[in-house]
């Protein structure tokens, strides 16, 4: 069971900015072709820099027992999307959260008004 915790964790954290993002209808809820848009070419843009570090041997897959072991390509393994995911979804749920209520009046445009 402890190879799952990693994976389980970013599931939870991921589930939590969801119902962040739909509490205060911020991304996904506000305007989500969007929100989908942007995350993903945020995504593929992490991922894409991790395969030409791996391949340029600047790092490699490190072992831990709270991971699954499941790789999506060689030395990339399937938590480092999730984490991506998680990384890319959190940058962006606070950005709109610092714009809406910490600093609303610095002119920029808020979709969900």
Request: glycine fraction near 4%; proline fraction near 3%.
């Amino acid at each position: 069971m402890t190879q799952w915790v990693y994976l389980l964790t970013l599931l939870a954290a991921l589930a939590c900015l969801a119902l962040v993002d739909r509490r205060w209808r911020l991304l996904l809820w506000a305007d989500s072709r969007r929100a989908v848009v942007v995350l993903a070419l945020g995504v593929a843009l992490f991922l894409v820099w991790d395969v030409a570090a791996l391949r340029s041997g600047l790092y490699r897959r490190g072992d831990s027992r709270w991971m699954s072991g499941l790789e999506v390509a060689p030395d990339l393994p399937v938590e480092e999307l999730f984490f991506v995911l998680f990384l890319c979804y959190l940058t962006m749920v606070l950005h709109r959260l610092v714009s809406r209520f910490v600093a609303p009046d610095r002119g920029s445009e808020d979709l969900s008004r």
